[in-house]
């Protein structure tokens, strides 16, 4: 069993930064894959990043490469999104998920646990 919490959440201005953390409990998360995910108003919940058990490895999604960083600390028990050159279309409430034996990691369905997601909002 795991329970995700996320923080980091808020308004921030076109071009500006957040730092998303998603801290997790049980004895699992260090063998999970974990996720980033969110969903806009009026819109389909997407994938955003996504990292292995291990850290090796990160995926992103086209829209946010470049911009987002997905990282893990396994000895404390959180993952974290960093949010760079916010835009408007990246609004959305942010989720984090954690998923064990995730092959295809974009896929949402592949993750067991989920947080009550952290409200972004990009404006000036």
């Known amino acids: 069993q795991v329970q995700l919490v996320e923080s980091g959440g808020g308004l921030v201005q076109p071009g500006g930064s957040l730092r998303l953390s998603c801290a997790a409990s049980?004895?699992?998360?260090?063998?999970?894959?974990m996720g980033w995910f969110r969903r806009a108003p009026g819109k389909e919940r997407e994938f955003v990043a996504a990292?292995?058990?291990?850290?090796?490895?990160?995926y992103y999604a086209d829209s946010v490469k470049g911009r987002f960083i997905i990282s893990r600390d396994n000895a404390k028990n959180t993952v974290s999104l960093q949010m760079n050159s916010l835009k408007p279309e990246d609004t959305a409430v942010y989720y984090c998920?954690?998923?064990?034996?995730?092959?295809?990691?974009?896929?949402?369905?592949?993750?067991?646990?989920w947080g009550q997601g952290t409200q972004v909002t990009v404006s000036s």
């Open positions: 998920a954690a998923g064990r034996g995730v092959t295809f990691y974009s896929a949402s369905y592949q993750y067991d646990y």
């Open positions: 049980g004895r699992t998360f260090s063998n999970s894959a």
């Open positions: 990292i292995t058990w291990s850290g090796g490895s990160t």
